[in-house]
């Protein structure tokens, strides 16, 4: 039962692994996008609730909000880095959004197949889930430019905790696995790669934070 949750977790999400990496490839390059970020236009709309909790037989009301990240202002030595930093946010809050959406089709995938009977069901089932996410993803996949496949990638590592590699591999097994990473190395990507937040991905990791919580 583990290793059938596993194997769904993978299944899903390497399906867009590699349509991802499949629109790097095909999408035409674009210059980097020279626009200042909108701050009043956060991809995440910020979360307020209203509540009230009971203490000694009195209610109290309380407000709970996103959290607030607070970050020293970037400092760039030249244009061209914050032009660099501006794509990043724009490809951050572009790519997120289906980052987070892969992780909860496999949540909503797994809880569904526990309540099939058996295999065949279970695997009848998985290949509906595959046609949907093509035909859903695919037209948007195709949409992205190269670098932004390639955050795609790392941002589903974040959200699903699984390097690309290791889902496809368990999924579609060690062949297909060592094609699509091929494929990625002939384009200068590697889907072993992991997600750093403390390290490479630090920069990457605070603009996340900040478009979660509305503030980007």
Known sequence: MWFMGVLTRMGCVAVLLAASM??????????????????????????VKIGKAMYEGDSIPYVQTNNVYVFPEPEFKNAKQKQAYNRLVFNVKKVLPIAKEANQIIIETYEYLQTLPDKKAKDAHMKL??????????PRMKKLTYQQGKLLIKLIYRECNSSAYTTIKAFLGPVRAGFWQAFAWAFGASLTKQYDPNGVDRLTERVVLQVEAGQL
Not at 129 to 138: F, S, T
């Open 129 to 138: 889930v595959e046609k949907d996410i093509k035909a859903r993803y695919g």
């Open 22 to 47: 499949t629109a790097g490839a095909q999408a035409v390059r674009v210059s980097p996008e020279d626009r200042e970020v909108d701050m009043d236009n956060p991809t995440f709309v910020p979360m």
